[in-house]
Nanobody
């Protein structure tokens, strides 16, 4: 079984930082594209950032310059450093692993991030 487990969410004030982590099984190869998605209240799930095995990254415009995604395949860990948090960042954040060429995707159950003003 492939299980992704997120941690690090919480309640913070605007301007503060949080670091989210996601652990995945060793069986999940580095070929997978790892990413963070989020779903805010009343909104659809959206891509926050992702990273491939070459450490090439993509970020949603709303988080560029504030969030940093990283992966450590040796430790089976994906992270999202979130700085200068804003109330609009409030959402459930999900860890994702995808291997598009094999039509495979896995999801974590999410971790809540709440940013107060």
């Amino acid at each position: 079984q492939v299980q992704l487990v997120e941690s690090g969410g919480g309640l913070v004030q605007a301007g503060e930082s949080l670091r989210l982590s996601c652990t995945f099984p060793a069986h999940l190869l580095s070929l997978y594209i790892m990413g963070w998605y989020r779903q805010g209240p009343g909104k659809q799930r959206e891509l926050v950032a992702n990273i491939n095995r070459y450490e090439s990254t993509n970020y949603d415009d709303s988080v560029k310059g504030r969030f940093t995604i990283s992966r450590d395949d040796a430790k089976n860990t994906l992270a999202l450093q979130m700085n200068i948090l804003k109330p609009e960042d409030t959402a459930v954040y999900f860890c994702n692993a995808a291997f598009p060429r094999l039509n495979i995707t896995y999801w974590g159950k999410g971790t809540q991030v709440t940013v107060s003003s």
